[in-house]
Each structure stands twice: as C-alpha cells, then as structure tokens.
C-alpha cells in the first residue's frame, strides 16, 4: 500500500464505451497527476491539478476527460478510446511544491479492443 | 528546457554484481532537484532518493549508492551485489525550483530495464 490507490487494477474495454479510473490518497497532498505508460515509451504527463483546480493539460485528445472533486481524489473519465490508448495509467499526488516527489498508485492497465 | 536522458534501456547482470545506472539531466536552473524511482513488476513506482542540487555528497543506502556530479550533469545510480529483486525499471527524474515557487512536476527519464539473473 502506497499512500495512493487506484482503482481498477485492471480494466478491458471496447472503444464505444464509457469508464472511469479512480485515484485516492490521504496523504494530505495538495497536487495530483495523471500519466500515461506505453510500452517502450516515456512516462507521459497528462494533467495536473493543484488544491483541486486544473493546471495543466499536456495536450490530451478530449476522449480522456478528468476531473478532480477534491484534493483527495482524481478520476479519468474515458469514452470512445482506440487501441493505441491502451496503457498503464498512473495517478501520482505530491506535496503542492515537487521537491518532495511524487508518490505513486500501482496503476491501472487499460486494454482497449 | 529540463530534459532527463537515461541513456541504458536495458541492462542485465548476473546475480551479484555490480550495476551502475546512467542519468544526465539538462536544465539552466540553479536550484533543483533530482530523483530517482524504481517500478517493480506490479507497476507502481517507488521513491528512492531524492537530492537537491546544492548538495554534492555521494549517499549510500545499503546496497544502493548515488553518485551527484554537477560539473558533468549526472546523478548516477549504483547497485552493489545486485539481487534477482533489483529486477525493475529504474527513472531518474529532475524537478526545477523556481524562484516564488516550486514548480508542480517532475520531468523523467526514459528508464532503464535492470534485469538480473540467478
């Protein structure tokens, strides 16, 4: 247990649906992150919320839709995806200024068929 | 710009010995930080060290040691004795302190696949 926790472990789903990752901490951090992990790629920055508000948004096509209720929780909202957007989606939290780092959820492997 | 380069994609050694992992930064802050994270198989990544860039002095944590070298740029990672459980992928990362504020992110490396075998 790592302090973040994401929900689904793993998830398949077709392209015309609709779901949504969880992410969870109370760490009592104030900042939250989604990135994204290919295979033989880069981690790649998605979206970045600070005390809740958006504060970056890595030019992510409008199918991956997040939303942040609360400095605790972070959702991905996903509908009609394409198989290229399957991954291991991260959600990390970190204190609101980084010289701590991040600390990580174990992800959720997303398939998309 | 920051940027991270992990030069090693993968690297893989025989149950104990020694490894070293590869990290270069770029960036044209003074002030910043460095780290480095491990992702085990079961994927989430794990803090391992984090460094601040007024701080030179070499650390060594059991098995593990980190080597900070401003004039060069690099913070490389050493394994001593390494384990079939050191078999993960190793990211260096780099944070940059702005002057008013932190900045809220981190930029990483591309990761080096260790694998070591029995």
């Known amino acids: 247990e790592t302090g973040v926790t994401q929900t689904p472990r793993h998830l398949v789903m077709g392209m015309t649906n609709k779901k949504s990752l969880k992410c969870e901490q109370h760490l009592g951090h104030n900042a939250m992150y989604w990135y994204k992990q290919s295979a033989k790629k880069p981690l790649e920055l998605m979206f970045v919320?600070?005390?809740?508000?958006?504060?970056e948004n890595n030019s992510v096509p409008s199918r991956f839709s997040p939303e942040c209720p609360n400095s605790s929780h972070l959702f991905l909202h996903l509908h009609t995806l394409q198989p290229e957007d399957s991954a291991l989606y991260l959600c990390?939290?970190?204190?609101?200024?980084?010289?701590?780092?991040?600390?990580f959820g174990s992800g959720t492997r997303l398939t998309v068929v | 710009a920051q940027k991270v380069t992990q030069a090693q994609t993968e690297i893989s050694v025989v149950e104990k010995e020694d490894v070293t992992l590869d990290c270069v930064y770029e960036?044209?802050?003074?002030?910043?930080?460095l780290f480095w994270y491990k992702q085990p198989p079961s994927g989430e990544l794990v803090f391992l060290i984090r460094r601040n860039s007024f701080d030179e002095q070499n650390e060594i944590s059991g098995r593990y040691s980190w080597n900070f070298q401003k004039s060069t740029s690099s913070f490389n990672f050493t394994i001593t004795a390494s384990q079939v459980v050191d078999s993960a992928v190793y990211f260096c990362?780099?944070?940059?302190?702005?002057?008013?504020?932190?900045?809220?992110?981190?930029?990483f490396g591309t990761g080096t696949l260790l694998a070591v075998q029995p």
């Open positions: 919320y600070n005390f809740k508000e958006q504060t």
């Open positions: 960036t044209r802050d003074t002030t910043y930080y």
């Open positions: 990362a780099l944070s940059e302190v702005n002057y008013g504020g932190a900045t809220n992110k981190l930029i």
């Open positions: 990390a939290s970190s204190q609101d200024r980084t010289v701590y780092g991040y600390t």
